[in-house]
């Protein structure tokens, strides 16, 4: 009786396997020729969502820190403007083709008073640029005559250097101010003579091919880490530009300047 109620049980089990196997192969198929749904697009309609074949981002060593003793070191795919050792990557603006007349010393370069700016050999379009400063330690002056510099991406407006550690000014002449225009979001400086930071993004303006501005040059700044100014459209018609430091008769030291040319997503142009 056992093994008649095991066959019977192993004769139902495979007869259900059966059946199941000649269902499965009854479902319709799509009509010969047909194709498959697309996968859904990422934005700007270009690259499918979660395609293998979408080009890959460069691979760049991030920069470290500074100290108030040594600066930090640059991405690896940074443009070094100043390393700590000469101004090679410099020239004087008034004497154009001759040496950049700043003093270098213990990896940092200071303003010669009386000398005039000095401007970058290159010229950049979209860029990110790192710089650090110093205002003298020992304070000298008031107002716009203590520790005043000024970072400029020709073409467009300064962006101001000042010591502005309880030191009062007007509002779109303080440190980190776009000169003249914009004072910054936060007053973020540090005390004389220690070292601060500016991280800037400058987007260049973009032109249609009717040569008519589409968008404005923008700045982002951050001073000391704090953000600054956000997207901030400036004017100014150069795409391609130079940097220069101010000589407004204040001995202000500089180091560590780097520039990283940008593009957009997958290699394109930043827009």
Partial sequence: MLKFTAFLLWTSFTLGALISLL?????????TGAQAMPKPMTPGGKWPKGSMERPRPVVVSPSTSSAPESAGQPPSDAIVLFGGNDLDQWESQKNKDTPAPWKVENGW???????????TKQKFADMQIHVEW??????????????????????????????????????DGQAAAVYNNYPPLVNASRGPGQWQTYDIIYEAPYFGPDKQMIRP??????????????AL?????AVECSISLQDHGNPIRYRNLWVRPLKGYDGEPLR
């Fill in 23 to 31: 269902q499965a192969d009854e479902t319709p198929k799509a009509p």
């Fill in 109 to 119: 370069f200071q303003i010669v008073p009386g000398t005039g700016a000095i401007v």
């Fill in 134 to 171: 110093a205002t003298p330690a020992e304070v000298n002056g008031n107002s716009q005559g203590r520790g005043n510099s000024g970072f400029f991406i020709d073409g467009h407006p300064e962006i101001q250097v000042l010591d502005s550690f309880d030191n009062d000014t007007y509002p």
């Fill in 217 to 230: 040059a923008r700045y982002t700044v951050f001073h000391n880490g704090i953000l600054a100014h956000h």
């Fill in 233 to 237: 459209e400036v004017s100014g018609t």
